[in-house]
């Protein structure tokens, strides 16, 4: 499986932008697919993920009411929607596949959850 992030860009305080991830091979319409981030000098952190088919979705306390996760299984695409954006949301974004494909907190949050990964997107959110 590979996965191909893109979107990021420089954006200012309380604009917004749209993150989409790629997927090709495997059986994407199965996994459940998560995004994280890794701000400079930061561990990565969990963002946000949806189960296979879309019906379960859950956030990160910093992004919740701010950032949506969706998906479309007939294009093999995720998609993050940013809005409200600040600075601290500076990093380097990355989408992950679980091949368990279900939402199972607190697993699916946690990066050893996750089995295929994209290489990142960066966005940098100017104050």
């Known amino acids: 499986v590979q996965l191909q992030a893109s979107g990021g860009g420089l954006v200012q305080a309380g604009g917004s932008l749209r993150l989409s991830c790629a997927a090709s091979?495997?059986?994407?319409?199965?996994?459940?697919m998560g995004w994280f981030r890794q701000a400079p000098g930061k561990e990565r952190e969990f963002v946000a993920v949806i189960s296979w088919n879309g019906g379960s979705t859950f956030y990160a306390d910093s992004v919740k009411g701010r950032f949506t996760i969706s998906r479309d299984n007939a294009k093999n695409t995720v998609a993050l929607q940013m809005n409200d954006l600040n600075p601290e949301d500076t990093a380097v974004y990355y989408c992950a596949a679980d091949t368990y494909g279900v939402v199972d907190l607190p697993e699916s949050a946690k990066e050893s959850e996750y089995d295929y990964w994209g290489q990142g997107t960066l966005v940098t959110v100017s104050s």
């Open positions: 091979g495997g059986t994407f319409s199965s996994y459940g």
